[in-house]
């Protein structure tokens, strides 16, 4: 899923060096991460999260976690890629997307998705899978169908969103490996 | 889920009683969860779990767990309660169930999803959600629906089943709270 609900379905716009988090990034990533969780309309994590339930979640449980960052060295974006599940179920990977409001628009998030796809084929994973994108959230759904990924689940008021009140939530997801196998 | 593959579509017939969990009854269930699980064909966890990681997902990390308990004082069933979902997401419980293959199509699946569920409504719960029901675990599918699940996302090629290899998984859901609210 992905936090902006302004990304346009476009190629980056801006210069940007995706790479591996470093425990130096904590500082800058803390803040955006705290901001986006604490809008709650987006990711159903708790709204007030510590930092240290933040890094678990998006650093330390993760298998790798990833910093986007601009010419000028801001922090513009984030991901996490894991195991969506464990045993004969761990060849499907799971991802989440933040990307600061203030840089939501410039591409920013298809360039980490589709880092995050060529990250999970490297690591052996054979497809992706979104459990819980919030169907209010229009831009990211729209922004993952155009990257590839199928709604295959609608799982009905599954989001309490502050707004809209119980909302639906999207399972995506992608084959990864070539080619695609059938069933 | 449910993990055998004989459970009947019946009342229980079988008198049990189902009560909460205590460390005592660890050395009886850690056995059953564990021949479940090595087996690989109903659960995406290791199948080579330790004790200690299995208590975790089973016991530690949940709500709630549960046994059921025949006349004779015999293990026939397990069930763990939680949350799906985290801060806006978190009214959605989720439950797994574990039978052992000597107690299956006795009913046993149906009483402890029962019993689950009005655990659920009295945890607050409004909704419970399945995540991962592999589509070859008819038995269960149909257990599930029976007791007014429904199919909400088929995840294709989700589990690498030891026998059929690469086969579909479920998301099933059912809505708890009454009325059922719309959309």
Same mark, same amino acid.
């Given at each position: 899923m992905i936090s902006s609900s302004k990304t346009r379905l476009e190629e980056c716009t801006v210069e940007v060096l995706i790479r591996p988090y470093t425990p130096a990034d904590w500082p800058i990533l803390w803040p955006v991460l705290e901001t986006t969780f604490a809008?709650?309309?987006?990711?159903?994590?708790?709204?007030?999260?510590?930092a240290e339930e933040t890094q678990k979640a998006w650093?330390?449980?993760?298998l790798a976690t990833f910093v986007a960052v601009s010419e000028?060295? %801001?922090? /513009?974006g984030t991901y996490y890629i894991k195991?969506?599940?464990?045993?004969?179920?761990?060849h499907t990977a799971n991802c989440g997307y933040v990307v600061p409001a203030a840089f939501a628009g410039q591409g920013i998030a298809t360039r980490l998705c589709k880092h995050s796809q060529q990250e999970a084929r490297r690591l052996g994973f054979l497809a992706m899978q979104f459990n819980f994108v919030v169907a209010t959230n229009t831009r990211a759904v729209a922004l993952w169908q155009h990257l590839g990924? %199928?709604? /295959?689940g609608t799982v009905p008021r599954a989001f309490q969103h502050p707004q809209h009140g119980l909302v639906a939530a999207y399972v995506m997801h992608k084959w990864l490996a070539d080619p695609p196998q059938q069933p």
């Open positions: 809008q709650g309309d987006t990711y159903a994590f708790p709204t007030d999260w510590t650093i330390v449980v993760p000028d060295n %801001q922090l /513009v195991a969506n599940q464990m045993g004969n179920g761990a990924f %199928q709604i /295959v």
